[in-house]
């Protein structure tokens, strides 16, 4: 799920206390502490970079309306470099399991490449804008709360942020990210995009059209696993409870 953000994702875990943290980053070593830091310190940066040109277009337009042709670009860099993470994963230099990361970034990278860059008429749709606000609120708060980590220096207000916004953002970009596809389901119907129809000499069908649909239908069990988790990190992180999670 796009909007989704899993707990330790870039060498700092916000589930521990700051010495849980220190001792993470004692193992990852020097140099990998040296390059996640750069690495969140340029992803903040870039989504930073993206809020300050969409709050621009906004102003000078006074509309939604093209702001998503405006910051493609920008856009489609920093997300596609979150595929670094799993590389992170992959490596052992993060605490995460490789298969969350990476659900959690193809499903972005899905709906910036295969879903709004693909389908153009659909980018100036209303939840277009509804998400892109949304992730770009929630990876300043994330990434800048995991270079603060890493640094020692974590400001009381970006954890607490970091483990409220979420609360709203959340919902709001998953919102964002189904009425999307959903806008996007006709044109994808009428033109037959990515698909491949019998008969081909692989012998193999796939249509579009219906991935999509199912895609729809996956949020329905994984966005309240993935809230309700995040909301009993939140309760552990802030209010200090032990939550203990039960075998399935």
Not at 103 to 122: A, E, G
Not at 147 to 176: E, M, Q
Not at 212 to 226: D, E, G, N, V
Request: proline share 3%; with cysteine.
């Amino acid at each position: 799920m796009a909007s989704s953000e899993e707990d330790g994702t870039n060498g700092s875990s916000e589930a521990g206390d700051e010495k849980e943290a220190i001792g993470k980053r004692r193992r990852l070593g020097f140099l990998a502490t040296v390059w996640l830091t750069f690495y969140n310190i340029a992803m903040t940066a870039g989504w930073l970079v993206l809020a300050i040109a969409m709050v621009r277009f906004y102003m000078e337009k006074g509309t939604h309306r093209g702001l998503y042709k405006s910051i493609q670009k920008t856009l489609k860099f920093f997300q596609t470099l979150a595929l670094l993470e799993v590389v992170h994963c992959l490596i052992g230099i993060v605490p995460t399991s490789v298969l969350v990361t990476g659900v959690q970034v193809s499903s972005r990278i899905f709906m910036v490449w295969l879903v709004t860059h693909s389908i153009k008429p659909i980018q100036n749709e209303e939840s277009v804008a509804l998400f892109l606000v949304s992730w770009t609120v929630t990876e300043i708060t994330r990434y800048s709360f995991y270079t603060f980590s890493l640094l020692d220096h974590l400001p009381h207000f970006i954890k607490w942020a970091r483990y409220n916004f979420f609360i709203i953002l959340y919902p709001v970009g998953v919102a964002g990210e189904l009425l999307t596809i959903y806008a996007a389901l006709p044109y994808v119907k009428k033109s037959g995009m990515f698909s491949v129809r019998l008969p081909n000499k692989y012998n193999v069908s796939f249509d579009y059209y219906y991935f999509l649909l199912i895609t729809m239908a996956s949020y329905i069990p994984l966005f309240p696993q993935l809230y309700f988790h995040m909301l009993r990190q939140r309760r552990k992180v802030l209010h200090g409870e032990v939550i203990v999670e039960k075998d399935d």
